[in-house]
């Protein structure tokens, strides 16, 4: 687990993976995610998670997991949530190197049903 105040670009690999995102205080797991994509947890949690600029042309958060989190604390889109993420919340996640599309699904689907954190929707 790594705080989000102490990651750096540096800190996350560019591989595909499933992640979970955790509070602080009490170890709950209240997020699980896959990056599949190009530049994989690298650009979810870090570009995209963890940056106030990531959002729709309106405004609105484009992230679920951020947009999860500013309704649940009422806090205004970008630096606000990002913000309360970086002081309350930890990250871990699972590298898969290579092209695992299906296992990396197949995987961050058990942790949901396992985990049941409250801000992914249920039945994944």
């Known amino acids: 687990m790594r705080p989000a105040s102490s990651l750096a670009a540096t800190t996350v690999p560019s591989c ?8 602080i205080s009490d170890g709950e797991a209240v997020y699980v995610g896959s990056a599949t994509g190009e530049e994989g947890l690298w650009k979810r949690i870090i570009r995209q998670h963890l ?3 990531y959002r729709m042309p309106d405004g609105k958060e484009k992230s679920v997991f951020r947009k999860a989190v500013a309704a649940d604390i009422g806090a205004r889109p970008g630096e606000q ?39 992914n929707k249920q039945g994944k």
């Open 51 to 53: 940056n106030p600029k």
């Open 81 to 119: 949530c990002v913000d309360f993420i970086r002081e309350r919340f930890c990250v871990a996640w699972l590298a898969c190197p290579g092209d695992a599309r299906e296992v990396i699904h197949e995987a961050e689907a058990v942790m949901i049903r396992q985990c049941q954190p409250r801000y």
């Open 16 to 23: 595909k993976g499933v992640y979970v995102w955790r509070q």
